[in-house]
């Protein structure tokens, strides 16, 4: 079943506890949520995409006080390290909300108030069977052994007087609901397992928690004796971050809400949240209903990674490991890996071995060989193009596109990365048989076949700059890499991935740049499988290798820019003052045409520091800034999350 999006595309993923920083989980939910959007970004949608914190709660106190530290303040440092992750990641989020925020308190009160005043919400007494970690009361039915089912905890049984939400009103209109519109929660076992749930009777849900056992939340707007539910909080994030029901956004994007989550939180999202919309107003019900304003509240439901077969633990230590990954292997052969390797809905297990695997076999070998060879190919006999027009059309290339297009569009309409990137990769499977039938190079070695060997090279650029548009929502980099080198410096649209205009002309052939080492192979025959790195520049491989112990004998330190300005009659280089841990030095850097002195004051940057002193242009320098060049382009090292000055780099 696909969500039409109408042109305007509302996503969030879950918002994040803070209790512990971003794993692969979290990641995982993230990055199809990103893929998602730069999808309907390509196709011309007007897309917000959300993702925050949830920092209320039970559960944040108590890690707050076993961290020792104020709950604000453990919101601030693990908030702040998700965003960083995502930003290291390169996920494209529109807004990031935390639920600490004025904006968001604010139209939580407000929504309540609205619920209390219609008598949604009443006050009464609970006594029940209380999970700490769950943040939630199980009834007799869901427990297993006296214990937690999900946590596996004991119980503990609380009796308290708490406001509560009507929410078993509601009962028999949701299972209507979710019978007459299986769209609204897919995969569609998973809409299933709420009708489930809807067989054992709904209990009201208690929306409340006294001051006196919980302060850490928003109080209630009509009894500050209380605070609101962690869940009835969180949840509301998805409308706060629009800015609530009178704002404008809120108006435009709310209509098409698409909530992802994990199958973890199915019945929060699946069962109190559309109760919640209802009541308040802001749930459609019948598709003819246009007014414009209530949304269906779509779920988009993924699985759960287990790492190597055993569930993801910190105990066990396997979670951070998962996401370090990325900084060996790079972000888009983690996306490619995650999006690829777990069937949209369903479980998969998470392997360095199999992330390998992929990224040996697909990566590599049929997308990274392939631009490789064909860039190889064009860059080296374009100059041959006569004038006029290059035949860019081959039958098959363009049936096998087609299909990938439209596997992709049926695909995505039901966040299915994993089919979308099967249908790209029979193109590329297609476009390397193209090659291999064609033999270029065999035609280049015949002075009659000049004519063919033009048409097969611009088909092959044709379909490339196709591949290069195709692969934008999936892995963004390479396909940046891939559009640059076939010379489409247009802006990335899905309207321009068209295979089969005959429209290269031999400049644009020309324009094409030889693209290798996309994917560097990772050999995994030695004792520890390891990135061989990519051939980039003509010294690779023609530097002598080094001992470990050699590479200690470096003092590498991150050092804070204290001050910067130019050394007089100098054009290349500047006087860096710099702090490293207690100490202040002076150092030259040869970077003057690349960074204005005032750009660089305040920025940390990795410094060798054991370096022999030298006197450059009258100047003493105490060590040496590292930065990367390839061709013009100079670029000093950053760290992508702070460090104090003085660290170690190894
Ligand atoms: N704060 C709530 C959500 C509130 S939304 C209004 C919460 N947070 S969480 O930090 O526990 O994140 C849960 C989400 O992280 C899951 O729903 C899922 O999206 C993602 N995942 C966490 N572990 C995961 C796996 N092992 N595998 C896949 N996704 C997982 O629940």
């Known amino acids: 079943m696909s969500s039409r999006s109408d042109g305007v595309f509302y996503l969030t993923t879950p918002i994040y506890y803070i209790n512990a920083p971003p794993h692969l989980g979290h990641a995982y939910t993230t990055i199809v949520a990103d893929t998602m959007a730069r999808y309907h970004r390509l196709a011309g949608d007007d897309v917000w995409f959300l993702t925050g914190t949830d920092e209320h709660g039970d559960k944040i106190a108590q890690a707050a006080a076993k961290a020792g530290e104020t709950p604000q303040a453990l919101a601030d440092r693990i908030s702040s390290a998700f965003k960083v992750e995502w930003q290291a990641l390169g996920i494209e989020n529109n807004d990031f909300i935390r639920t600490t925020e004025p904006r968001h308190a604010r139209v939580v009160q407000a929504i309540l108030q609205d619920l209390f005043d219609r008598g949604e919400i009443y006050f009464g007494k609970y006594g029940g069977q209380y999970c700490y970690g769950c943040e939630r009361f199980y009834t007799e039915k869901e427990i297993v052994d006296g214990k937690c089912p999900d946590h596996q905890t004991p119980l503990v049984y609380i009796e308290e007087e708490n406001y509560f939400f009507r929410m078993s009103a509601y009962q028999e209109w949701l299972r209507r609901y979710l019978e007459k519109h299986p769209d609204v929660v897919q995969p569609d076992r998973y809409r299933n397992e709420l009708l489930g749930f809807l067989r054992e009777p709904l209990q009201d849900l208690s929306i409340s928690r006294p001051k006196s056992r919980l302060q850490w939340g928003i109080p209630l707007p009509f009894d500050d004796r209380f605070v609101t539910y962690v869940w009835f909080d969180a949840l509301l994030n998805y409308v706060s971050a ?94 490619y890996f995650v999006l690829r390797e777990m069937p949209f809905g369903q479980d998969a297990s998470f392997s360095e071995e199999a992330f390998v695997e992929r990224l040996n076999a697909d990566l590599a070998n049929d997308l990274g060989n392939l631009v490789s060879r064909a860039t190889t190919l064009i860059a080296a006999h374009a100059a041959k193009a006569p004038a006029g027009n290059v035949l860019t059309q081959d039958p098959d290339l363009e049936a096998a596109f087609r299909k990938a297009r439209e596997a992709i569009e049926v695909a995505m309409a039901e966040f299915a990365c ?167 030095r002076t150092l030259v850097a040869g970077i003057a045409e690349h960074y204005r002195p005032e750009a660089l004051v305040g920025r940390k940057v990795v410094v060798v520091a054991n370096l022999e002193p030298a006197t450059l242009m009258g100047v003493t320098s105490n060590g040496m800034v590292l930065a990367g060049s390839a061709g013009d382009t100079l670029a000093l090292l950053a760290l992508d999350r702070d460090l104090p000055s003085g660290a170690k780099v190894r």
């Open 242 to 335: 629009l800015g609530g029901l009178g704002d404008a956004r809120f108006r435009r994007y709310w209509p098409h809400v698409h909530h992802l989550i994990g199958k973890d939180i199915l019945k929060p999202h699946g069962i109190y949240w559309p109760c919640m919309l209802k009541a308040a107003g802001l749930l459609r019900e019948e598709e003819s209903d246009d007014t414009g304003l209530p949304g269906f509240a779509r779920l988009r439901v993924n699985g759960y990674w287990t790492i190597g077969g055993a569930k993801m633990s910190k105990s066990v230590g396997n979670v951070v490991e998962a996401l370090a990954l990325t900084r060996k292997y790079g972000n888009d052969a983690f996306r």
């Open 418 to 584: 994993h089919r979308a990137l099967v249908g790209i990769w029979e193109f590329i499977t297609a476009i390397n048989q193209y090659v291999d039938s064609q033999q270029p190079w065999a035609l280049a070695k015949k002075p009659d076949q000049t004519d063919r060997l033009i048409a097969v090279l611009g088909t092959l650029a044709e379909a490339l700059r196709c591949l290069g548009l195709l692969l934008v929502p999936f892995v963004p980099e390479a396909a940046a890499r891939i559009r640059v080198a076939v010379g489409d410096r247009t802006e990335a649209t899905l309207a321009a991935a068209d295979y089969g205009r005959p429209w290269r002309t031999p400049e644009d052939l020309l324009a094409v740049q030889r693209l290798t080492g996309l994917f560097p192979r990772v050999d995994t025959k030695g004792p520890a499988a390891t990135a061989e790195p990519a051939k980039a520049g003509p010294a690779a491989g023609a530097v002598p290798r080094i001992t470990i112990d050699e590479f200690k004998r470096l003092d590498l330190r991150v050092a804070e820019v204290l001050a910067a300005e130019p050394v007089p009659k100098s054009k290349k280089l500047l006087k860096l003052t710099i702090r490293l841990g207690e100490e202040t």
